[in-house]
């Protein structure tokens, strides 16, 4: 079970000790215990999830986005950043669409964290190679430090200094992030939420505490969607917590992508 081959990377969110599996549970020595969910994930939250976490049916609706084939560029350059590091955690990590093109066939193993119950439950379907993981990226994560080749986070939110701690020191944070034309036809004709200017720019000053950028590529191309391909655009994102449009017609969208991948500045100091 794929909780198992990740018992060495996990810690306890409680006392950070590590865990072990007791028969339905996760425990740690100082006896701290996690139930294993039925459907494969453990919940690491220790309370409630937060309002932004993501639901089913916004779950579902990106399901069928990426089955579509849409997004294969983002997790085919994500892919690409991610060859050859065995452990990777992939945060906001939503059904595990990205984790588990990153895994590639070379017996790899991977850890999937996300708020939301019901992204969990999709992840450990998804793949078995993957240990779906129940936690709030804004505390402390429940990872061992220093122990990942990598870190992902595709459209989701960052801790940059977990994201730090938990990394080894020739680890990489590999970031995607969207730019402002992204879905921008999508968005003028429905009036949705609209993409901050400058996300990567922002991202990278934030990170310079604990990072150094080693590489950015900004992908950009644009598809004809069919109305119901366009309103699953619209609800499998941030506007499903708001209003979604009732008459959603076809046309072209944009997706314009910035994929990063930082080092830790912890390697410059070990050089
Ligand atoms: C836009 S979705 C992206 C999902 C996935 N990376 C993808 O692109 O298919 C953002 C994800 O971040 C998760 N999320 C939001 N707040 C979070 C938090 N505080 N901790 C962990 N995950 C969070 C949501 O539940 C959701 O699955
Ligand atoms: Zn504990």
């Known amino acids: ?34 139930d ?14 937060p309002g932004n976490a993501d639901t ?24 690409s950043r991610l060859t050859g590091r065995p452990t990777v955690l992939e945060v906001g990590s939503g059904s595990g669409y990205y984790l588990a093109h990153a895994l590639g066939d070379d017996g790899r193993a991977g850890i999937a964290l996300d708020v939301s119950r019901a992204a969990a439950r999709l992840a450990a379907r998804l793949d078995p190679r993957i240990a779906a993981v129940v936690a709030d990226v804004w505390q402390p994560l429940p990872v061992r430090d220093a122990c990942l080749d990598a870190v992902l986070c595709v459209f989701a939110p960052r801790n940059l200094r977990e994201f730090a701690r938990v ?26 939420l609209r993409v901050p200017v400058d996300k990567a720019e922002q991202l990278a000053v ?21 109305a119901n391909e366009a309103a699953d655009l619209i609800a ?36």
């Open 167 to 192: 990394l080894r020191p020739d680890g990489r944070l590999v970031v995607a992030t969207p730019r402002p034309e992204h879905l921008a036809g999508l968005r003028d004709r429905h009036g949705l």
């Open 1 to 34: 079970m794929a909780i198992e081959a990740a018992l060495d990377l996990l810690a306890c969110p409680r006392c950070g000790a590590g865990l072990a599996r007791a028969d339905g549970a996760l425990r740690c020595a100082s006896g701290h215990s996690y």
């Open 206 to 226: 934030a990170a310079s505490e604990f990072f150094e950028v080693q590489a950015t590529t900004n992908l950009l191309w644009r598809r004809e969607r069919d």
């Open 236 to 271: 499998m994102g941030p506007n499903a917590f708001h209003r979604l449009p009732t008459d959603v017609e076809p046309g072209p969208v944009t997706v314009a992508v910035t994929v990063q991948t930082f080092t830790p500045l912890s390697s410059r100091a070990a050089r």
């Open 56 to 79: 089913a049916a916004m779950l579902a609706a990106r399901a069928r986005v990426h089955a579509t084939g849409l997004f294969a560029p983002v997790a085919d350059e994500v892919r």
């Open 36 to 49: 294993l969910a039925r459907q494969g994930y453990v919940n690491l939250l220790g309370g409630s999830e």
